[in-house]
C-alpha cells in the first residue's frame, strides 16, 4: 500500500510542478529523410519555379503529449522546418523542373501556407494552401487536406524512439499525399506557366 502512495505522489508532484521531457523532432528529420525519402515517388512536374513558405507556417510549432510514452514526454512538430527540409530532398526536387527557394519576381511562385495541422489517432492530420502566382498574377490556388498512416504499433512498442519516428513518419506522409495531389493538379490542369 505505501508503494502506491509513494508512486501515486510521485506522479502527482511530477505532475503539478510541470516536469516535461521535449522532443522537437524536426532536428531529427535529416536522418529521417535519409532513411526514408526514397521510399516515395512523385508525378514529374516540367514546371520551373521558386518558393516561398509564409511566416505563420515558417513559426509553427505545435505540442503534444501521448499516452503510449507516458505524459512526461512533449512532442513538438515544427512544420515549417519540416516542409523545408522535405521539398529540398531529392525525391521532391526530382519531380519538378526547377524549385528553388525566392521571391518569384520574375517568374512562378509557389506559397505553402499550412492551415492546420494535428496529431492524433497515432497520425498527422494537415491542411496546407498552396498558390501558384506567375508574375505576381495568382493562377492557382487549393487547399489540401491529409492523414499520414497510423503508427500506433510504433507508439506503443518502442517508446520515446518509435514515437519521434511515428511522428515524423506520419507528418511525411501526409505532406507526400499534399504534394502528390498538387503536382497532378498542375499536370491536368495544363497551367499556363512559363
Not at 505522489?9 to 510541470?18: D, F, K, N
Not at 525525391?91 to 519576381?105: D, H, I, P, R, T
Not at 514515437?163 to 495531389?181: G, H, P, R, V, W
Request: glycine share 10%; with cysteine.
Amino acid at each position: 500500500m505505501r508503494k502506491i502512495f509513494s508512486i501515486s505522489a510521485l506522479v502527482l508532484i511530477v505532475l503539478i510542478t510541470g516536469c516535461s521531457i521535449n522532443h522537437p523532432v524536426a532536428k531529427d528529420y535529416d536522418q529521417h529523410l535519409v532513411k526514408y525519402g526514397k521510399e516515395t515517388t512523385l508525378p514529374k512536374s516540367e514546371i520551373e519555379a521558386e518558393y516561398l513558405i509564409g511566416s505563420k507556417t515558417e513559426n509553427h510549432n505545435y505540442q503534444f503529449r501521448a499516452a503510449t510514452v507516458g505524459y512526461a514526454h512533449v512532442w513538438i512538430v515544427e512544420f515549417g522546418k519540416i516542409l523545408e527540409k522535405t521539398i529540398n530532398h531529392d525525391y521532391v526536387q526530382s519531380a519538378f523542373g526547377k524549385l528553388e527557394k525566392g521571391a518569384g519576381n520574375n517568374g512562378n511562385l509557389v506559397e505553402f501556407e499550412l492551415e492546420g495541422f494535428e496529431f492524433k489517432n497515432y497520425r498527422a492530420y494537415t491542411a496546407l494552401n498552396i498558390k501558384i502566382l506567375n508574375s505576381g498574377s495568382e493562377v492557382f490556388n487549393k487547399t489540401y487536406r491529409s492523414e499520414g498512416g497510423s503508427q500506433g504499433g510504433q507508439m506503443w512498442g518502442a517508446g520515446p524512439f518509435g514515437m519521434k519516428n511515428a511522428t515524423l513518419k506520419s507528418t511525411k506522409q501526409s505532406i507526400d499525399k499534399i504534394l502528390e495531389q498538387f503536382i497532378s493538379d498542375i499536370n491536368s490542369n495544363k497551367l499556363a506557366l512559363k
